[in-house]
């Protein structure tokens, strides 16, 4: 992509599973579609990506391959992850007049090496003159208004699609960590698999998010609800449309619920004493998209005995924090992982 001839801008991405938010600086967000591209197989054309490609996931011809090349929070597929990073910085770049811009890049803390080194690639590619990374934990800290340079902790929890981390920081370092792979998307696989043994259904993924969003939760309700899924018939190969409940969604779920509160226990008894009292009066801070699952919040709270907060925008920490990080890049370098030039 030859970005040569435009102005400098500065920009942030939130390199998620299931979505792709991007921030330029002094602009805040502006862009923000799912991680999804549709390829022509035979010669390699980029369809669609973003949201018009969502709508393609189970519904293409042969000659048309519609992925989510994020998997569990890290680039599974290379090549198709740096075609959509690379349309959708050309679109932002287009659109704010943004040329080889520094970028900023919320990554898993789990992240290995070789997934670094593509997420970087990715990026210099697409046109960036300098990418730096930041621990997602890091970033949605920051872009949930803590203040992470303070000499005292704070726990973040940022379930994404993907996976979900939790960080005990301090001092503008990350002292604990833990990161599960297990985010959004197992939510949804729980209720496609829960659904074709249980009720004889298949169901898509699309179908399985719409209902956790609709009626999930991770404790009951105050009262049942009730939604449709539509689906196919195992038994006679039909479409057919059938009830759900809250509940039956929570028993789908269960497992990996638990997991998530698991994750978090262990790094909460992994904390150094002197910053246990601070996070026990703080309590903890929830962001990204699975923290909007219903009663999640009360739950974690009771297994915990700690107050428990969802950000004011939770599914936009990450972003938030990337584009903070670059309107004061100096001061927060020392939360910034390896810089790479192009």
Do not use: H
């Amino acid at each position: 992509m030859n970005l040569l001839g435009w102005n400098s801008k500065d920009i942030g991405v939130d390199l998620g599973t299931a979505n792709i938010i991007i921030t330029v600086k002094g602009k805040g967000i502006v862009l923000n579609e799912p991680s999804v591209i549709a390829i022509e197989k035979g010669t390699g054309e980029i369809l669609a990506t973003g949201n018009e490609a969502k709508e393609m996931l189970g519904r293409t011809p042969e000659n048309i391959n519609a992925i989510r090349p994020m998997k569990e929070g890290v680039i599974a597929d290379y090549t198709a992850t740096g075609l959509m990073i690379k349309t959708m910085l050309q679109k932002v770049c287009k659109r704010y007049n943004a040329g080889r811009p520094r970028v900023v890049v919320g990554v898993p803390s789990g992240i290995t090496e070789v997934e670094k080194r593509a997420v970087e690639e990715s990026i210099l590619q697409a046109g960036a003159k300098e990418v730096y990374l930041i621990e997602e934990p890091m970033a949605a800290a920051i872009g949930a208004g803590l203040d992470v340079a303070e000499p005292a902790g704070n726990i973040i929890v940022d379930i994404g699609g993907g996976t979900t981390e939790v960080a005990i920081i301090s001092l503008g370092g990350i002292v604990v960590s833990n990161s599960l792979r297990i985010g959004g998307d197992k939510l949804n696989q729980d209720i496609v698999n829960y659904v074709k043994r249980e009720m004889n259904l298949a169901i898509g993924e699309n179908m399985a998010e719409q209902i956790k969003i609709s009626i999930g939760c991770a404790k009951p309700l105050m009262a049942e609800e009730v939604d449709k899924i539509r689906g196919r018939n195992l038994g006679n190969g039909f479409p057919e449309t059938i009830e759900i409940t809250s509940t039956q969604i929570q028993e789908a779920i269960s497992e990996s619920v638990e997991k998530i509160i698991d994750v978090i226990k262990q790094t909460l008894e992994r904390t150094p004493p002197e910053l246990a009292s601070d996070i026990m009066e703080k309590g903890i801070v929830l962001t990204g998209g699975g923290s909007l699952l219903k009663n999640f919040d009360q739950l974690l709270s009771e297994r915990t005995d700690m107050p428990v907060y969802i950000a004011e925008k939770p599914l936009e920490c990450v972003a938030q924090g990337a584009e903070k990080a670059l309107e004061d890049i100096e001061k927060l370098k020392v939360v910034l992982m390896n810089s790479r030039k192009r």
